[in-house]
């Protein structure tokens, strides 16, 4: 199993959702779809006590661990097996992740590679599983 060169500790400034300004209000609306208040007198726009709050620079993610998994890997989307070369010096820092419009002929050759060149792949088993007993066609790696 492929462990990262370093697995820094997430400190998250905000892990809840950012909610929708009359989410509440509305079925049609989500709480989940952000979208900034644009009325003149909107009290979230103005940021009153008590109300919604809105997303700011602030919140953003610490640069170290912006956009990294919680195994330590960042992703790298692979179509193919040259792709997935690519990553034979940074197997330590980056995980693969096969796009999801490669066949699963394909999918299995870039599995056995990954396999040869110690890369993780974050969906290796996608796609693998034969019709009829519903078992994996590789075995589990990870």
Known sequence: ??????????????????????????????????????????????????????????YVSNKNTRHMMPDGFLKFVVHNVAELELLLMKNKRYAAEIAADVSAKKRKLNVERAQQLKIKVTNWQAKLRSEKDNKFILDPIY
């Open 1 to 58: 199993m492929v462990s990262p060169l370093v697995k820094p500790r997430f400190v998250k400034k905000r892990t809840k959702k950012f909610i929708r300004h009359q989410s509440d209000r509305y079925e049609k609306l989500s709480k989940s779809s952000w979208r900034k208040p644009k009325g003149i007198d909107s009290r979230v726009r103005w940021r009153f006590k008590g109300q919604y709050i809105m997303p700011s620079i602030g």
